[in-house]
């Protein structure tokens, strides 16, 4: 059997794609227009609908709901938000807190409303692992773990070479670090499930309906305009494609694969029994889960950037991509040498200037927006979502200011990324730049982050 490339994503061809709604019939009203079926449209509608449920709440995706980023991710449900460091610098680090909190309190209320919604994930709160490979990444990890803890995770564990191998098996792996605040799910089961508890609520969505513009009080489609008093983008990786915003945030490449079922004889070489969400230290990091049925999901960047913020439409990963996440698959774990790769895809991530993710509403406009969320997009939507919720309803006066309105990612701002062609070679100039250094560290016995790494990420702003 072949790879199966493209298609939107494994998710979508383990659970099959959704029927489609209908498309907006043509000019209409509503209270609140939400552009953008994915994660963070569907839980603001959700949030909003609950809170206040006169609301007359509309929804249009472009394609169906989930089609983007939200039916092709990882399925990490964890604590991590881009740009916590620099809010600190900005507001103080007790404010990071704050955030780090409030995250890390998310990832049980998204367990909580998929069991209060009855929506069947696949949802293990198994926790997430970061492994390390390299004396430089060893030590990376050790601050990272410090860093954490200082951002209030006393609950996380810093595991050596031995423990982690008790844990899960990754050749090579010298330490590790595990958070309980994570889980492992899939995620076109939960984005499916959301849908149908928004429009169980009442809320309208229309599918296939593309928004060309976004202004004042309008929503502009090629079917028609819908008129509301609260217009939010909820775009994410695909904001590029409206009028205006081809330089608000990059729309980053990410790309997976996904075995075959691997037989228990396999599973006794790796271990993994607590199914824990797995990354590790690379500067050209990766990301993996063990499904439901037994599968090794895992992604990394390929192409991390197409010219012109172009976004692609059915997920197809080059193939020199595909080997090189099959490589790295083998090289963490040897025994699947022979193992099938069924599927791989890609998809796009929004990307700030700063990398900082941001939720904002423009009091004297009605439009807000949320994203930015640099991959880790799964759980930041739902707490981008109750805070527009609660921004609403302070700015319409029903009612005050709340924890979550305070928080310091609130209507921050950001520069817009450079024209082309210095975008794209910029871009692509780090990237290979990362490549490079986790290559040098790896040959090198000598602790600490390679400059080259170092120079990257103060150019583009990581941190």
Not at 232 to 243: I, M, N, P, Y
């Amino acid at each position: 059997m072949n790879t199966v490339n493209g298609g939107i994503s494994f998710w979508y061809a383990h659970e099959g794609t959704p029927s489609p709604r209908e498309p907006l019939p043509g000019d209409s009203s509503a209270d609140v227009c939400i552009v953008g079926g994915g994660y963070t449209g569907l839980w603001t509608a959700y949030y909003l609908k609950k809170a206040v449920p006169f609301l007359n709440i509309t929804v249009l995706e472009a394609k169906f709901c989930g089609y983007g980023a939200s039916g092709r991710n990882g399925g990490w449900l964890y604590n991590g938000i881009a740009g916590r460091a620099r809010y600190a610098q900005l507001h103080g680090h007790d404010a990071a807190v704050r955030l780090q909190q409030a995250m890390n309190e998310t990832v049980g209320e998204v367990i909580r409303v998929a069991g209060e919604e009855d929506i069947d994930a696949d949802i293990h709160h198994g926790g997430v692992l970061e492994v390390a490979h390299t004396p430089s990444q060893l030590a990376r990890l050790k601050d990272f773990h410090s860093v954490e803890i200082a951002f209030g995770e006393t609950d996380r564990v810093l595991r050596g070479a031995r423990e982690t191998a008790e844990r899960i098996r990754v050749n090579g792996a010298v330490g590790s670090s595990w958070t309980p605040h994570g889980a492992r799910l899939h995620p076109a089961k939960l984005v499916k499930g959301l849908a149908d508890a928004v429009e169980a609520l009442g809320v309208t969505i229309h599918e296939s309906t593309p928004v060309t513009e976004i202004k004042p009080k309008h929503a502009v489609t090629p079917y028609g305009t819908v008129r509301a008093p609260y217009v939010l983008r909820c775009t994410e990786g695909f904001t590029a494609g409206l009028k205006g915003h081809r330089r608000t945030w990059l729309p980053m490449n990410s790309s997976m694969i996904v075995t075959e079922p691997l037989p228990k004889a396999l599973w006794d070489t790796i271990g993994w029994d607590g199914r824990e969400t797995l990354g590790d230290m690379a500067h050209a990091y990766m990301y993996a889960q063990r499904t439901a049925d037994d599968r090794i999901a895992l992604g990394g960047r390929g192409v991390p950037y197409r010219y012109g913020s172009a976004t692609d439409n059915d997920g197809r990963t080059r193939p020199e991509t595909v080997e090189a996440l099959r490589d790295l698959l083998v090289r963490f774990f040897p025994t699947t040498a022979g193992t099938r790769i069924d599927h791989a895809w890609s998809g796009v991530l929004g990307v700030p200037r700063d990398w900082c993710a941001t939720v904002t509403l423009d009091r004297s406009t009605g439009l807000g927006w949320a994203g930015g969320y640099v991959g880790s997009g799964v759980a930041t939507a739902n707490l981008a979502a109750r805070t527009l919720r609660d921004l609403i309803q302070q700015d319409s006066g029903q009612a005050g200011p709340t924890d979550l309105t305070a928080l310091p990612w609130v209507n921050h701002r950001v520069r817009r990324w450079e024209p082309e062609p210095f975008r794209w070679l910029g871009v692509h100039t780090l990237y290979a730049a990362y490549r490079a250094a986790d290559r040098r560290e790896a040959a090198s016995p000598h602790l600490g982050t390679d400059r080259i790494a170092k120079v990257a990420d103060r150019i583009s702003g990581r941190h």
